[in-house]
């Protein structure tokens, strides 16, 4: 049955490549989008499809989860109360919880499966999710949508570069990995990773600019990220080379090094100057914020409208509940419509969408409600006495967490 045209009928439809459509159809084909249009246009050009309506909801794209860590979910604790004074004591905070509640076994798989199955049911039909375990990859097999599980690589001093180069050689060639951060990971280590990436045409996820610690690191050679790294005995002093070689911020660094390019994913970027933003926007690397971990951990806003500006559509990813309580796409954006007055709740949208399927090199399969993408559509629905849905967008991006869309697939049956 699935090989006749169907036609799914909304108030509003947003495809967000182009202005909400009031009154508007998704046509799905086999499992693609065949056509987006309005109703009298669809309906008149298709007069033998099969029409379902769906009153009073939105059809949207489904929503990119572009960074968590699935296996830390089961240290929720930690985002409960106060963060941490500073940003390396919330690292050995979850370093200490890890080592007592442990880092895999039954109930580190189960804690991470419920989030993943939260996240499909608020309508996230990808995650980039990023371990230094094999908890990831276990549950991809069960993830109802695209689970892109990331190996994390790090170690920053001289004396564990051969291991790990070695031990990323042996990589299977599909295994995706991932940096953690330039505070951890070793300059011909991160070189190495990119090379891979770029061989296997995949992304390379890592962590940039997320606290004014790494870009005092990097620009000054000394502060809270130096002492740490001091005091756990993996400082290396022949980096203040690479520091006055540098001197800038994490972004100039990684500019530096050849690391950034457009399969590059650069996620936090909270702490980036004018000059960084336009490396970023010149080598065509993306960006993914963290506004809810961003604001637990307190460390700073990102300068989101900068992005924007500079051409860049940033991604959405919630991180963890090792450091956000709410892990929800819905409140990111919500904590943006909040934080930010001054964005537009179409870019927000698009930021939770389009950005990360763009920032995820899958663009041409999901994201948007395009001719040619999955038939993968969320049907959210639109509660009047909530927000005015009038403005349908202002609906989307303000609701926050807890949004129960019903999924419309189209899946070609064999
Ligand atoms: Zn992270």
């Keep these: 049955m699935n090989d006749f045209v169907h036609i799914h009928a909304a108030p509003w439809v947003v495809p967000v490549d182009q202005p909400p459509i009031a009154s508007g159809r998704v046509a799905l084909y086999q499992n693609r989008i065949f056509a987006v249009d309005t109703v009298v246009n669809l309906v008149a050009a298709y007069p033998d499809a099969v029409v379902v309506e769906h009153p009073q909801v939105a059809l949207t794209p489904p929503l990119v989860n572009a960074h968590i860590h699935l296996e830390l979910s089961h240290l929720g604790q930690l985002s409960q109360g106060d963060a941490p004074d500073q940003f390396t004591n919330w690292i050995l905070a979850l370093l200490a919880l890890r080592e007592k509640l442990g ?14 199955e939260q996240q499909y049911a608020e309508g996230v039909s990808v995650i980039a999710d990023i371990g230094n375990t094999s908890v990831g990859q276990e549950l991809t097999p069960y993830f109802a949508g695209n689970l892109l599980a990331y190996k994390e690589y790090l170690g920053f001093s001289n004396d564990r570069l051969g291991d790990n180069l070695a031990r990323l050689d042996a990589e299977l060639p599909v295994t995706l990995c991932s940096a953690h951060a330039i505070y951890s990971t070793h300059k011909n280590l991160l070189q190495q ?24 690191m990097m620009d000054q050679g000394r ?12 400082w290396e002093k022949d980096f203040l080379k690479e520091v006055d070689a540098c001197k800038g911020g994490t972004i100039t660094y990684l500019s530096r090094i050849g690391l950034l390019d457009e399969h590059t994913l650069c996620v936090h ?3 980036a100057s004018d000059d960084e933003i336009t490396m970023l926007a010149n080598s065509g690397a993306k960006v993914c914020l963290c506004p809810g971990s961003n604001r637990f951990l ?9 992005y924007l500006d500079a051409g860049i559509l940033p991604a959405l990813g919630t991180d963890s509940l090792a450091s956000n309580p709410e892990v929800s796409i819905w409140r990111e954006m919500q904590l943006l419509f909040q934080d930010y007055p001054e964005l537009s709740n179409a870019d927000i949208f698009a930021m939770a969408t389009r950005g990360g399927a ?3 090199a899958i663009a041409g399969q999901t994201g948007t409600l395009t001719v040619g993408t999955h038939a993968d559509v969320l049907a959210v629905p639109l509660h009047e006495d909530r927000v005015d849905s009038a403005d349908v967008l202002r609906y989307l991006v303000s609701t926050g967490s807890g949004v129960k869309p019903t999924r419309i697939q189209h899946t070609r049956s064999l």
């Design 358 to 360: 763009e920032a995820l």
């Design 223 to 234: 502060g809270e990220m130096v002492d740490f790294l001091e005091q756990r005995g993996f």
């Design 193 to 216: 990773l990119k090379s891979r990436a770029n061989q296997n045409k995949a992304v390379l996820p890592i962590h940039v600019a997320e606290t004014k610690a790494e870009i005092e």
């Design 103 to 116: 880092a895999t076994g039954v109930h580190v798989t189960a804690a991470a499966r419920k989030v993943a």
């Design 269 to 271: 970027v909270v702490h």
């Design 298 to 306: 307190r460390v700073g806003k990102a300068p989101v409208k900068r």
